[in-house]
């Protein structure tokens, strides 16, 4: 989607947001929070990078990069803040490859590293909303029982009808702007296989780092006033945030905070409070950025090389 049709719908749906809420709910929700808490949630957040730079190299490594600790972390930290200039996550993960490409002079592996790294956080997040949603179905009363009995039935057949044709079918048949990455992937989960210790150890970083988050947003939504089971965000959270990755806003802006808000209310959850708790992780994600940022210049500094890594088209054309 071009990208300023994905800031035409940010915008949009941010307005629209705005307009419908209840202002009175909003400062009532913002009043509740602590700041000791925001604070805590935003120190959770850095430590749950700070392990997920730990990953990452070690994906990266497992194809013979060599990628140094203080090298990864700078590499990491400028894609944390380019997150917060690109249109999407993807950018940032672009130029995190590009950096440790030029660091390490294997770019094939930096790139496959990534999204393995990619890869793995996703099947994280399917099995907390798998768990999630066996834990917080019975918090649900009447036909909202029964559609989310629908709902999981539904995406259990759904996955294991397209896990099988994307394994099958040959890579020349699918779409030409759907095979590179699809080709990747594969590639990324043939890696995996070989290596099945370094996957489970890999896939275990991202269960606790994307628990993590549930655990940093429940805290959140607890301090704003938002009291349902814990299960519960293990479902929502997971789900708002594939939403928010899809290619069809900026960042996700306005998207997540529309689907967690939705997917709580269902719960008894106000609609604006719910909003209200993703704007907060999003001012978490924004500040965090900015550390990321400040981590970049200072170790680029330290180190003496441009702050720009390089040019990633040219380690994307190589890769």
């Not at 915008?11 to 009532?28: E, T, Y």
């Not at 602590?34 to 994906?59: E, I, S, Y």
């Not at 009808?161 to 394994?167: D, G």
């Not at 702050?307 to 190589?318: M, Q």
Request: charged fraction near 10%.
């Amino acid at each position: 989607m071009k990208l300023w049709l994905r800031i035409l719908i940010s915008a949009g749906l941010f307005v629209l947001l705005f307009l419908l809420l209840p202002w009175a709910q909003v400062r009532d929700a913002l009043l509740k929070l602590p700041p000791g808490t925001w604070a805590f949630v935003l120190a959770g957040f850095v430590v749950g990078h700070g392990v997920g730079v730990f990953k990452w190299r070690l994906f990266v490594n497992a194809g013979r990069a060599s990628l140094r600790v203080r090298d990864a972390v700078q590499c990491y930290a400028a894609g944390l803040f380019a997150n917060l200039c690109l249109p999407s996550i993807v950018g940032g993960d672009v130029l995190r490859a590009a950096m440790a490409a030029r660091f390490t002079k294997r770019p094939e592996a930096t790139f496959l590293g990534g999204v393995i790294d990619r890869l793995t956080d996703m099947i994280a997040m399917v099995i907390l909303i798998v768990g999630g949603g066996l834990f917080a179905h019975s918090a649900l009363d009447g036909w909202l029982q029964g559609a989310m009995t629908a709902a999981m039935i539904l995406g259990a057949v759904a996955v294991a009808l397209f896990v099988p044709l994307v394994f099958r079918r040959p890579l020349a048949k699918w779409p030409r702007k759907f095979r590179r990455p699809i080709g990747r992937s594969l590639v990324a989960l043939r890696r995996m296989l070989r290596n099945p210790g370094t996957a489970a150890v890999a896939l275990g970083l991202s269960l606790t780092i994307q628990g993590s988050f549930v655990l940093l947003n429940a805290a959140l939504g607890h301090a704003v006033g938002i009291t349902v089971p814990l299960a519960v965000w293990f479902l929502v959270w997971p789900l708002a945030k594939i939403a928010g990755l899809m290619p069809i806003s900026l960042g996700g802006l306005a998207v997540r905070e529309a689907t967690l808000a939705g997917l709580l209310a269902p719960f008894g959850v106000p609609f604006a409070v719910g909003v209200v708790c993703s704007l907060l992780w999003q001012t978490v994600l924004i500040v965090g950025g900015l550390i990321g940022g400040l981590a970049w210049l200072v170790l680029g500094r330290l180190r003496s090389t441009p702050l720009d890594g390089g040019d990633p088209a040219t380690v994307v054309t190589h890769a």
